[in-house]
């Protein structure tokens, strides 16, 4: 019998939430896959990540023609780091892949790390390169741990560390948010309220320092993840309608919709809809259904 795929998303402990964004493990080990299915398609999102590789290879693709040769495309390191991504990524697997990527709120980042968030937009970098040594060696000891004892307690160590960081960098009014509108309206409100002048440029340079990206952009990934929480809700009740979509999530009409949906994922609504439902390169966005429907208090 074949062994199928596991994606999964770990929430954070109450510690950490206005930190870990959540925590995501995929692994085919087993798994018989064919080279399209290999494929790993992602949305645009604000979030910046912390992956490693446990076995296996993974390589990006950011170029049209690697869709054809994938394994051309750029090796990901076994420990990596992504900024804020403004587009989709996509990358792909050349065999058994078993990784573990934690998304952080970007501002968290920043504060626990002292990164300038900026460069590293649409990026991804080795983490031995960029991360500072107070969160680099936790992160190199995971491989490990995660070796002696599993991924559970393996986790829970990390997150001991990742507590530790956190409490003595905390930023004074940090909470988690649930939706990308709330939290970057709370950014914006920080922004003002520090001591380091209060100008709008000076609030758009401090909101882009902490999180890579602009207020612009902050607020056009808002409608974007306003549209997948509300088609997942039509697509359970089994009642999709695009223009009702586009109004409901903020856009100025359908055809601005399928624009920036199209910018943030390479598809259009239609073509996301029916290819999310079953194809395994899909799976990240099946896991937003579970973003969406999260146990209460997370």
């Avoid at 076995?55 to 992504?82: K, N, S, V, Y």
């Avoid at 601005?256 to 799976?283: C, D, V, Y």
């Amino acid at each position: 019998m074949t062994a199928t795929t596991t994606s999964e998303i770990m929430w954070p402990r109450p510690a950490v939430t206005g930190c870990v964004f959540c925590t995501i493990v995929r692994d085919t080990r087993g798994a018989a896959l064919d080279q399209t299915q290999r494929f790993n398609f992602f949305p645009a999102s604000p979030v910046c990540c912390v992956t490693w590789l446990f076995a296996g290879d993974c390589h990006l693709i950011d170029q049209p023609e690697q869709m054809e040769h994938p394994w051309t495309g750029a090796r990901l390191p076994d420990l990596a780091f992504f900024g804020p991504q403004l587009g989709p990524l996509v990358s792909w697997n050349p065999g058994e892949t078993y990784a573990m990527s934690i998304a952080f709120y970007p501002d968290a980042f920043s504060a626990m790390t002292g990164l300038d968030l900026s460069p590293f937009a649409g990026r991804m970098v080795p983490a031995e390169e960029v991360l500072p040594q107070s969160i680099l060696q936790p992160c190199r000891n995971f491989f490990d741990t995660i070796r002696r004892e599993g991924l559970e307690t393996g986790f829970s160590v990390l997150e001991d560390q990742i507590e530790i960081i956190w409490a003595g960098t905390r930023p004074a009014g940090t909470r988690p948010m649930k939706w990308i509108k709330d939290w970057s309206r709370s950014l914006v409100l920080r922004a003002a309220l520090t001591d380091l002048g209060r100008s709008t440029r000076q609030i758009a340079r401090r909101v882009k320092s902490w999180t890579g990206v602009s207020q612009r952009d902050l607020q056009g990934l808002g409608h974007t993840e306003q549209l997948y929480a509300k088609l997942h809700e039509a697509i359970q009740k089994g009642d999709v309608d695009w223009a009702g979509l586009a109004a409901a999530s903020g856009f100025a009409d359908q055809a601005h919709m399928i624009r920036q949906m199209r910018r943030h994922t390479g598809f259009t609504p239609e073509q996301l809809r029916k290819s999310a439902g079953n194809h395994e390169a899909f799976w990240g966005y099946r896991l937003l259904g579970q973003y969406f429907t999260e146990p209460k208090g997370h």
